[in-house]
Structures are given as structure tokens and as C-alpha cells.
């Protein structure tokens, strides 16, 4: 016995695409991939409000990641244990250093 949804009936072309004049528009390639704009939108956030300096090891051999923050002052982060960060925060960059050395 044959199966009949196994043959397409007369007439059907099987994977033909939607007609060009059926009033929708073409897909706008450009938008097409949210994931890459969002992340474009939020690396433009981010370097408009801070300007990484980079990773400083400290006299103790911590590293620590430091920036200057959009108003001017410097915060250095220091990763203490799984989503545990001690912060310092100061006017200057060699403060902050500072500080974070004597601790």
C-alpha cells in the first residue's frame, strides 16, 4: 500500500517561495541578526561612559581591572571569588592604586 501524502498532487511545486507580488516587503537584511546590533548598541554605550585602562597586578599579585569612569574618577576591581569583586574608587588613578596596595 502507498502512502498517499508521500506524492504531491498535480500542479504543486514542493519548496517554491512566496510570490513577489503578494504585498509583503523583503526582509531588511541589515536588522536581521538582533544579537550583533544589541551588541554593537551596548560596546558604544560602554566606551562612551568608560575608557579601559587595562588589568594592573598589584605588589601582593592580585590583579585588578582598572578604569576611568566618565566623571573623571578611576575605580580598580579586584576579583576576590566567583562574582565577588573588592572595589576602590578615586579622584586619581595613582590614589586608587594606592589605596588598593595598602589593603
Given at each position: 500500500m502507498s502512502d498517499p501524502w508521500?506524492?504531491?498532487e498535480s500542479g504543486f511545486e514542493p519548496y517554491a517561495g512566496p510570490a513577489s507580488d503578494d504585498g509583503f516587503q523583503p526582509i531588511d537584511r541589515k536588522a536581521s541578526d538582533l544579537?550583533?546590533?544589541l551588541r554593537t548598541v551596548r560596546e558604544t554605550e560602554v566606551a562612551a561612559s568608560e575608557q579601559f585602562?587595562?588589568?594592573v597586578v598589584?605588589?601582593?599579585?592580585a590583579r585588578g581591572h582598572?578604569?576611568?569612569k566618565a566623571d573623571g574618577s578611576w575605580e580598580l576591581a579586584i576579583h576576590l571569588q566567583r562574582d565577588?569583586?573588592?572595589v576602590f574608587t578615586a579622584p586619581t588613578r595613582d590614589e586608587v592604586l594606592r589605596v588598593a596596595g595598602a589593603v
Open positions: 508521500a506524492i504531491p544579537r550583533a546590533f585602562s587595562g588589568w598589584l605588589a601582593n599579585g582598572l578604569t576611568q565577588f569583586f573588592q
